[in-house]
């Protein structure tokens, strides 16, 4: 179905960049708003779906801060936003239909500053706010576009894996997915300049945009025949890198120190690299021979790596070490909380979350560690409770709508639980297993009248939404 699917897109002419439209109205003319979210949300569902979605809500939470901090100071940031992390070893990020912007777990890595990742994120933040694919589109005749699922899974394929583009123009006629979905010069010009701009707002280092775009063309030089993702689906000229310096030259220079979070995100993916025996033994390595930028960022490696080795009581001594002094950051609580629950020690689990939690009541991934804490101990009421407060703040959490689904099915409410399930389906973009799970709920028919009847319409709703997606 994928081949059939991307061969329907791949049968596309390639876009002509010249003359391009005028924002937000020939744009608009064939790819409206409407069928943007569209396009969005399916995308969204593959993307959940896929087995390289890395679904880590500390590492995803950073990146969201991130993302939201320079689309704050973007001109154009009425819409939402959807940032994601891909595990992926190659360096690469994308931006899709629908404000949804993903990472891979490389280009996390490769960034060897704050800076350079915010330049990257920024950069892709420019392609959504300047609706650079509503404008590709609007250069073709709309009748040349394929199914609009047959285009979110042509666009997550050139985006997130150009190789999978690249396997399956070897199989076809015409132009490549590539050509026809990388960004022309004045696209990728335009959102260098308006990604710089994001960046001096935000207080980051300008010069982290132009330091890893030159790292990535150097390497391009050494290895023409394996070039970095980024650029295959970027591509990276001389007169960008010379604009980029010259930005970066005239800014007054400013040293921009890294966020602890982010040297703990990356302290943390290193921690889940390899097997856990391996893991343990580099953390150790970097630790004795000081190879780090933060101290505390090894130790945290070191720490999580001794959790999935099973080495409890040393992971609980290093995470002591981390407490004493770096007590406020909300991810080394939620390790420490996590710890002890990894341990059997459910006691101090819960203590340790229910500092965290209230510390830091913003943090999610606390609160999910939380809620799942209590389910753990059978605190099925106090998790309910907690779930509840939670989805009265962020009724769109479909994270918060699983710990939900189990809460309710370990209190035996049959409904609710069906109910939950399919609510965190439905925002996870499957709206086929939405339907499936509320309707289970209703034939259980253990809810109240009003229970029913709020499950009846939600039904209908999801049918309909359904019927209207099989139409596009």
Do not use: C
Not at 50 to 76: A, F, H, M, W
Not at 89 to 97: D, E, G, L, R, S
Not at 139 to 162: D, G, K
Request: charged residues 20%; glycine residues 4%.
């Amino acid at each position: 179905m994928l081949r059939t699917l991307l061969a329907l897109a791949l049968a596309l002419q390639p876009a002509i960049a010249a003359d391009l439209p005028d924002l937000g109205e020939v744009s608009r003319q064939y790819f409206s708003d409407q069928e943007e979210q569209a396009l969005g949300r399916a995308i969204m569902r593959d993307v959940y779906a896929d087995p390289r979605y890395l679904d880590d809500p500390e590492i995803e939470t950073y990146l969201n801060q991130l993302g939201y901090k320079l689309v704050s100071v973007s001109p154009r940031n009425q819409r939402e936003f959807t940032f994601f992390v891909v595990a992926d070893p190659t360096i690469n990020a994308f931006a899709m239909p629908g404000g949804n912007i993903g990472v891979h777990t490389g280009l996390l890595l490769a960034a060897q500053s704050e800076s350079e990742l915010a330049g990257v994120v920024a950069h892709e933040i420019a392609h959504v706010t300047q609706d650079h694919i509503a404008r590709m589109v609007a250069a073709q005749s709309q009748s040349q576009w394929p199914t609009m699922a047959a285009l979110a899974l042509a666009l997550l394929a050139a985006r997130s894996n150009p190789n999978v583009a690249s396997a399956a123009i070897a199989s076809t006629q015409a132009y490549s997915i590539q050509n026809q979905l990388n960004y022309s010069r004045d696209y990728e010009r335009e959102a260098d300049r308006l990604g710089y701009e994001m960046l001096t707002r935000a207080d980051y280092d300008p010069r982290g945009m132009s330091g890893f775009f030159n790292r990535l063309q150097r390497a391009n030089r050494f290895y023409d025949s394996s070039a970095p993702a980024y650029l295959r689906t970027h591509p990276l000229t001389t007169d960008r890198i010379a604009d980029m310096q010259a930005r970066s030259e005239a800014a007054p220079y400013q040293q921009v120190q890294d966020s602890l979070d982010f040297q703990l995100v990356r302290a943390r993916l290193r921690a889940q690299e390899g097997s856990p025996t391996d893991a343990v033994l580099a953390a150790r390595n970097a630790l004795k021979e000081k190879r780090y930028g933060s101290e505390a960022a090894a130790r945290y490696a070191l720490a999580t790596a001794l959790v999935r080795a099973r080495k409890f009581h040393e992971a609980e001594s290093e995470v002591q070490k981390l407490l004493s002094a770096h007590s406020t950051s909300p991810m080394i609580q939620q390790l420490a909380a996590h710890t002890a629950l990894a341990a059997g020690n459910q006691a101090l689990a819960l203590q340790r979350y229910q500092a965290g939690a209230a510390a830091h009541p913003g943090y999610r991934p606390l609160q999910y560690g939380h809620i799942a804490a209590l389910l753990a101990a059978g605190r099925n009421d106090d998790a309910l409770a907690r779930v509840e407060r939670q989805l009265s703040l962020y009724p769109l959490d479909r994270r918060v709508w699983r710990l939900a689904a189990q809460a309710h099915a370990q209190l035996g409410h049959r409904l609710q639980s069906h109910r939950a399930q399919a609510e965190a389906a439905a925002l996870s973009g499957n709206l086929v297993a939405a339907i499936e799970q509320i309707k289970l709920g209703i034939k259980a028919g253990d809810g109240s009248f009003h229970e029913m009847s709020a499950a009846e319409a939600r039904r209908r709703e999801w049918e309909e939404a359904e019927k209207s997606q099989r139409k596009e």
